[in-house]
Each structure stands twice: as structure tokens, then as C-alpha cells.
């Protein structure tokens, strides 16, 4: 059985960084896919960034330039480097992989991805 388990969330002051790591188990082959999502309070799920099994990445344009997403596939963990936050990237971070090979339009689409994470979470004061 598949599970994702992220950690490193927690409470930072804007301008500060935190690292992200998702675990993933229960697969003998790394995801081609895993993305990172996030949900604010009443605001829609938004993918962040993706990261497929060559590395390749994809940002969302309100954190790149910040933020850096890496996987490593021997560990089959996957990272998100999150530098210069605001209080705006506060929300609950959510890890996302799934194994079927498809277009790159779909790295930040959640509609993708069949399995999740529980969640972190990340509290940025200003």
C-alpha cells in the first residue's frame, strides 16, 4: 500500500526558510510523477511544484524564483526548498505522486495525482 508522510512544516517570520520532505512508501518504483500542493483556509487547492522521475521541474509563478523542488528517487523522497517566505505561502502543504506517465501539463493539475499526503503545515508571520 502507497503512503506519503510529509514533515518539516512549522512556524517562521517572513524572510526566513524551510525544507519540506515527503516520504514515500509502499512502491518498489519511484513515482514518475510528485508535485507539492498547497491549501490556504478558504481558498482552493494550488499546485506548487513538480518534480518528475528526471528531475525535470515545474513551478507555479508565485514561488519560483524561491522556491526548489527536488526528489531523490534512491530514497524516493521528494523535497521542497522554500526560501524568502511570505505570509501569503502560509497553508497547508500537501505531497502528491503518482506513477503514470503523462503530459507536463498536468504536473500541477491535483486531478493527476492519485496519491496524497496527509499534510504539513506552514505558518509564516510578518
Known amino acids: 500500500q502507497v503512503r506519503l508522510v510529509e514533515s518539516g512544516g512549522g512556524s517562521v517570520q517572513a524572510g526566513d526558510s524551510l525544507t519540506l520532505s515527503c516520504a514515500v512508501s509502499?512502491?518498489?518504483?519511484?513515482?514518475?510523477?510528485m508535485a507539492w500542493f498547497r491549501q490556504a483556509p478558504r481558498k482552493e487547492r494550488e499546485g506548487v511544484a513538480a518534480?518528475?522521475?528526471?528531475?525535470?521541474?515545474t513551478y507555479s509563478d508565485s514561488v519560483k524564483g524561491r522556491f526548489t523542488a527536488s526528489r531523490d528517487n534512491a530514497k524516493n523522497t521528494l523535497y521542497l526548498q522554500m526560501n524568502s517566505l511570505k505570509p501569503e505561502d502560509a497553508a497547508m502543504y500537501y505531497c502528491?505522486?503518482?506513477?503514470?506517465?503523462?503530459?507536463?501539463?498536468?504536473?500541477?493539475?491535483?486531478?493527476?495525482?492519485?496519491?496524497w499526503g496527509q499534510g504539513t503545515q506552514v505558518t509564516v508571520s510578518s
Open positions: 509502499g512502491s518498489t518504483y519511484s513515482p514518475y510523477s
Open positions: 518534480v518528475d522521475s528526471d528531475g525535470s521541474t
Open positions: 502528491a505522486a503518482d506513477w503514470r506517465v503523462r503530459s507536463t501539463w498536468y504536473r500541477l493539475q491535483s486531478s493527476y495525482y492519485d496519491y
